[in-house]
């Protein structure tokens, strides 16, 4: 299957466990792997035979900096539902979700969680 990749999306979110994550929110950056058929778009040379990025990147956006969850998984997973439900062309993607900046005492990059959800 052909892929379309979105990375390193930056946005800005109050997503977490703990009150100052809530309140103060911080940056988590997104990357997405979407599973789409692009035969016909690299014959046709037509946007309808594709996906739309900026399409893409604003449902991402509208999630992350939307309504807090306590769990990136959870972010993770209404990303991936969304895209399936609205983007007929997607057939699965992989989702990875990247907090730079979690309150956990320790020296790190980040912590991150992806999964993966396909058309059932």
């Known amino acids: 299957m052909d892929k379309i990749y979105l990375n390193k999306m930056e ?3 109050y997503h977490g466990l703990f ?3 809530n309140k103060l929110g911080q940056r988590f950056y ?3 792997i979407l599973a789409v058929d692009l035969y016909k778009a690299g014959k046709t040379d037509n ?3 594709s996906v739309n990025y900026g399409s893409i990147f604003q ?3 509208e999630i992350v900096e939307g309504a807090a ?4 998984e959870a972010v993770a997973d209404d990303i991936a539902e969304a895209l399936l439900g609205e983007f007929d062309k997607i057939t699965a993607c992989t989702v990875k979700i990247y907090k730079p900046d979690p309150p ?3 020296h790190y990059q980040s912590v991150a ?3 993966y959800r396909e058309k059932k």
């Open 69 to 72: 969850r306590n769990l990136v």
């Open 59 to 61: 449902v991402t956006k």
């Open 113 to 115: 969680v992806e999964i």
């Open 47 to 49: 946007m309808a035979d």
């Open 11 to 13: 946005f800005y979110g």
């Open 104 to 106: 956990i005492p320790g």
């Open 19 to 21: 009150p100052e994550e």
């Open 30 to 32: 997104v990357d997405l």
